[in-house]
């Protein structure tokens, strides 16, 4: 019970900052105002396999975000991508959902993705030849 006790009330001043630096750091986050805007990223194939060829029935996606006023936010931009994962996939034709990454979830929040999910049709890729 000492121990508990020592440790709520030793250096209470800097408890204190602390306790009110981490209210002041929820508030900000939680109840700022966030400037909407949109995006157009192309969208990546990952996971991919060279005897494999990969076409997307639509090559970009536009994500609509709310970012932190007041942030480098042309930095925090540029490190959104949006791909789909073919890990595993033989030929065939599938439907994969458009994922986002390069996120920070305290600074932005992605609001839509547009196209959510998309078609892809994956063929054996021609002997030295091109892909589609």
């Known amino acids: 019970m000492r121990a ?3 440790f709520l009330f030793q250096d209470p001043l800097l408890k204190l900052i602390s306790l009110f630096a981490g ?12 400037v909407q805007t949109t995006l ?3 969208i990546e194939v990952v996971g991919t396999r060279q005897e494999l ?20 936010s042309k930095k925090f931009l540029k490190e959104i991508k949006a791909f789909v994962d073919v ?13 986002i ?3 920070t979830p305290i600074v932005v929040r992605v609001i ?7 078609k892809i049709k994956v063929i054996k ?5 091109k892909k589609f």
């Open 4 to 6: 508990i006790r020592d």
């Open 125 to 129: 890729a021609p002997e030295g030849g």
């Open 112 to 118: 839509n993705i547009e196209p959510e999910f998309v």
């Open 23 to 34: 209210f002041f750091l929820w508030a900000l986050l939680n109840f700022a105002q966030r």
């Open 40 to 42: 157009e990223k192309q």
């Open 101 to 103: 990454r390069g996120v």
């Open 53 to 72: 060829s990969y076409k997307l029935a639509s090559k970009n996606a536009t994500i609509r975000i709310a970012i932190a006023p007041g942030l480098d």
């Open 87 to 99: 890990s595993g996939l033989g030929e065939g034709e599938y439907t994969l959902k458009v994922e």
